[in-house]
């Protein structure tokens, strides 16, 4: 059984920063891609950034320039340097991993940017 758990969320102030972590653990051989959504209230689940296990990277228009996704395969963990945050950057946080060729979801943590 895979599970990822999310970290490092919380609550910050308009033009601050916050470092969210993902750890994967259990059994498996491989993880390919892992990625940032968020979910704010009212609104679909969207794409943050992907991180491939060859380290190429892609963002969101949203959050290029202000967002960094780094990953640490021997830590099995992906990192969401968030720096600039804005209030509309409020949301639930989730990590998804492709792990031996089937996605994974964390639980989700909450981001809130106060204005």
């Known amino acids: 059984q895979v599970q990822l758990v999310e970290s490092g969320g919380g609550l910050v102030q308009a033009g601050g920063s916050l470092r969210l972590s993902c750890v994967a653990s259990?059994?498996?051989?491989?993880?390919?891609?892992m990625a940032w959504y968020r979910q704010a209230p009212g609104k679909q689940r969207d794409l943050v950034a992907i991180?491939?296990?060859?380290?190429?990277?892609m963002y969101a228009d949203s959050v290029k320039g202000r967002f960094t996704i780094s990953a640490d395969s021997a830590k099995n963990t992906v990192y969401l340097q968030m720096n600039s945050l804005k209030p509309e950057d409020t949301a639930v946080y989730y990590c998804?991993?492709?792990?031996?060729?089937?996605?994974?979801w964390g639980q989700g943590i909450q981001v809130t940017v106060s204005s």
């Open positions: 991180i491939s296990s060859g380290g190429n990277t």
């Open positions: 998804v991993g492709n792990v031996d060729y089937r996605d994974y």
């Open positions: 259990g059994s498996f051989s491989k993880i390919n891609n």
